[in-house]
């Protein structure tokens, strides 16, 4: 029985796994649907420990538009534009030409600046218990 296992190349212990399909190409106005929609959602994804459900309605929101994009589809692509992002933006600011690669890098900075003014303004803004104390402190004048 072994044998007859062995000479059909058949190995039970082996599940035939199809190779891992690599996902169709982005289109532009695709990666420009899941900037605009990811733009319109940055303060909530600051709020929540998971943003999961928040990708899910991305792509909730992108299958309206017509994209059949997974929610994982649209984190991925996400974190890799944003590195791409980076990585032209160090390459730009240590002298290099700026790369013609993505037209969408003028949206993802605008997105990055807002967030980091409404984080400046949240620092710089005193908070209650700070306030309180310091009225504490001047009452014992």
């Given at each position: 029985?072994?044998?007859?296992?062995?000479?059909?190349?058949?190995?039970?212990?082996?599940?035939?796994?199809?190779?891992?399909?690599?996902?169709?190409?982005?289109?532009?106005?695709?990666?420009r649907s899941l900037i605009g929609l990811r733009r319109e959602m940055d303060s909530?994804?600051?709020?929540?420990?998971?943003?999961?459900?928040?990708?899910?309605?991305?792509?909730a929101k992108m299958r309206e538009k017509g994209f059949d994009?997974?929610?994982?589809?649209?984190?991925?692509?996400?974190?890799?534009?944003?590195?791409?992002?980076?990585?032209?933006?160090?390459?730009?600011?240590?002298?290099?030409?700026?790369?013609?690669?993505?037209?969408?890098?003028?949206?993802?900075?605008?997105?990055?600046?807002?967030?980091?003014?409404?984080?400046?303004?949240?620092?710089?803004?005193?908070?209650?218990?700070?306030?309180?104390?310091?009225?504490?402190?001047?009452?014992?004048?």
């Open positions: 029985m072994i044998l007859a296992a062995e000479s059909s190349g058949e190995d039970p212990e082996m599940e035939i796994k199809a190779p891992k399909k690599r996902a169709e190409t982005w289109v532009q106005d695709e990666t909530l994804f600051n709020t929540s420990k998971s943003n999961k459900h928040l990708w899910e309605q991305i792509s994009r997974s929610p994982t589809m649209c984190t991925d692509k996400w974190r890799n534009l944003l590195k791409e992002f980076k990585k032209a933006k160090h390459h730009q600011d240590r002298g290099g030409s700026g790369s013609g690669k993505m037209s969408c890098y003028k949206e993802i900075d605008e997105i990055l600046r807002e967030r980091s003014k409404c984080a400046q303004y949240k620092t710089l803004t005193p908070s209650s218990k700070v306030e309180s104390s310091y009225m504490h402190f001047a009452d014992k004048g």
